[in-house]
């Protein structure tokens, strides 16, 4: 199975702050990668695939770079709605798996 | 637009079976694979497997196999998992997402909680 690692694990960030989060997957995976979005009690949102393009509707300071195993996505400008826990998935091979999340609260 | 509600919440004894419906509008059933997916507390999200619309064909994750089946209603454009064997370990949220070619999920349904106790 191939394994994905995020970091940071959790971070604080204010409101305006750019904040990156990256991936490192355990092996190759082209840019068969994507990004999600949950907040307690909820689905994920799906917000970005293919390691780089958006989801319809999603807000463009949004953004995902990669390719191969290393991984960003970063938010330009945090906004009070962008505090949740971020998950990497790959979807290069079977069984489908995810990064560990890092949660981004509130400093 | 896509639409995808899961059913309630289910209270199970460890040895039993549960079996959760994903129901779905909004698009061409047949179309589109559904996924099931799992989050345990405080985890994060492990893929179980998927179900065609169409033909009903499936494809499960190694962890899952024997254990699980999953199976679909196109007259009903509903999807289902069981899975057997319950322990503690399976307590989780399990959530269908409806797939947008090539596994990328883009739309999920809203998770039910299973809990798995004696």
């Known amino acids: 199975d191939i394994q994905m690692t995020q970091s940071p694990s959790s971070l604080s960030a204010s409101i305006g702050d750019r904040v990156t989060i990256t991936c490192r997957a355990s092996?190759?995976?082209?840019?068969?990668l994507a990004w999600f979005q949950q907040k307690p009690g909820k689905a994920p949102k799906s917000l970005i695939y293919a390691a780089s393009s958006l989801h319809s509707g999603v807000p463009s300071r949004f953004s995902g770079s990669g390719s191969g195993t290393d991984f960003t996505l970063t938010i330009s400008g945090l906004q009070p709605e962008d505090f949740a826990t971020y998950y990497c998935?790959?979807?290069?091979?079977?069984?489908?798996?995810f990064g560990g999340g890092t949660k981004v609260e509130i400093e | 637009q896509v639409q995808i509600v899961q059913s309630g919440a289910e209270v199970k004894k460890p040895g039993a079976s549960v079996k959760v419906s994903c129901q779905t509008s909004?698009?061409?059933?047949?179309?589109?694979?559904i996924h099931w997916l799992r989050q345990a507390p405080g985890q994060t999200l492990e893929w179980m497997g998927w179900?065609?619309?169409?033909?009903?064909?499936?494809k499960y994750s190694q962890r899952f196999q024997g254990r699980v089946t999953m199976t679909r209603d196109t007259s009903a454009t509903t999807a289902y998992m069981e899975l057997s064997s319950l322990t503690s370990e399976d307590t989780a949220v399990y959530f269908c997402?409806?797939?947008?070619?090539?596994?990328?999920?883009?739309?999920w349904g809203q998770g039910s909680l299973v809990t798995v106790s004696s």
């Open positions: 179900v065609t619309g169409g033909k009903g064909d499936t």
């Open positions: 909004g698009y061409t059933f047949t179309g589109f694979a």
């Open positions: 998935q790959q979807y290069n091979s079977y069984p489908l798996t």
């Open positions: 997402a409806r797939d947008g070619g090539r596994d990328i999920l883009p739309f």
């Open positions: 092996q190759a995976i082209k840019n068969y």
